[in-house]
């Protein structure tokens, strides 16, 4: 089948790329490489530079030739930087989705995935969040891929574009075999932070509080290795047909960020120095996924659940790669 996938040289995009070429889909991405790499656009994909707010161009794309689905990264994706932006976080993800959404409408798109975030939840207790939990955005960020899962909704009603929108928790690790990693600039995931810190590539780790209502008094997030993740958009792509779906993506199991070092510490047996700043706005206490329904509706599971195997793929990319996709 063929595919056109926007974002589809980032960090999850590039991965769910790789997982369609491999199960033997054409693939057509669209970058404006601002956070994504030219390097980490898998082989096999066919590469168009260019932005999802270039309506002209997504239509001129999406009329050549029969298109099975659509598959939708590009936005900005930054919690804090969102909460400093919040006009811009609006515009470029909100106005980005509704022209894609709109193109696939014109040109009868079938099926539409979103790239979506825990960060529609404010959670605040330890339940796991499943997908009937209220959905209250703690962030710009959280509401401006609500307000794109909403234009799905009526996508749907309206013409028949049947979505998922695919609400993934925290995206972390590498390719077990070392072909694509994680590379942000500036880098704002916890775990190749931790990583990089007790590699001496940047200073000591600063965590964004510790007076959260948690054991250790720091975040818990729910890790999922971004090829299981890659291979839920695949799952999920072959099954939507009959209606529009969305799901919790994650393990079920959290782990606080202290947690978390003593982890990485463990896994590779390096020291990593830290010390504990204020709290970050628009941070929840706890976000951990309650993913059952993705499990009975799609039997989709996750391969790389143990977080001590998510550390150590990721620490291999990232020892292998000091320089990470470099200039390219």
Sequence with gaps: MR????????????????????AGHEVVILDDLSTGHRSAVPKGARFIEGSVLDSELINKILSDGQWDGVLHFAALCLVGDSMRNPIEYMRNNGLGGFIVIDACVRHG????????????????????IDESCTIDPASPYGESKFV?????????????????????FNAAGADPLGRLGEDHNPETHLLPLII?????RRPPLVLFG??????????????????????????????????????????????????????????TGIPV???????????????????????????????????EEIIAHTYKWRVANPGGYGNA
């Design 196 to 200: 990089d810190a007790g590699l001496g």
């Design 3 to 22: 595919y056109f996938v926007t974002g589809g040289a980032g960090f999850v995009g590039s991965h769910v790329c790789l997982e369609f070429l491999e």
């Design 210 to 267: 510790n007076d959260y209502p948690t054991p250790d008094g720091t975040c818990i997030r729910d890790y999922i290795h971004v090829t299981d993740l890659a291979s839920a958009h695949l799952d999920v792509m072959m099954s939507l047909n009959e209606k529009s779906v969305s799901y919790n993506i994650g393990t079920g199991k959290g782990h606080s960020n202290l947690e978390l070092i003593h982890a990485v510490e463990k896994v």
């Design 109 to 128: 798109i079938p099926r539409f995935i979103l790239s979506s975030t825990a960060s529609l939840f404010s959670n605040v207790d330890d339940n796991l």
């Design 273 to 307: 120095p830290y010390s504990v700043g204020d709290r970050r706005e628009g941070d929840p206490a706890i976000l951990i996924a309650n993913p059952d329904k993705i499990k009975k509706e799609v039997n989709w599971f996750p391969k790389y659940a143990n977080i």
């Design 148 to 168: 794109v899962e909403r234009a799905l909704h009526w996508a749907d009603r309206a013409h028949g574009l049947k979505s998922a929108c695919l609400r993934y």
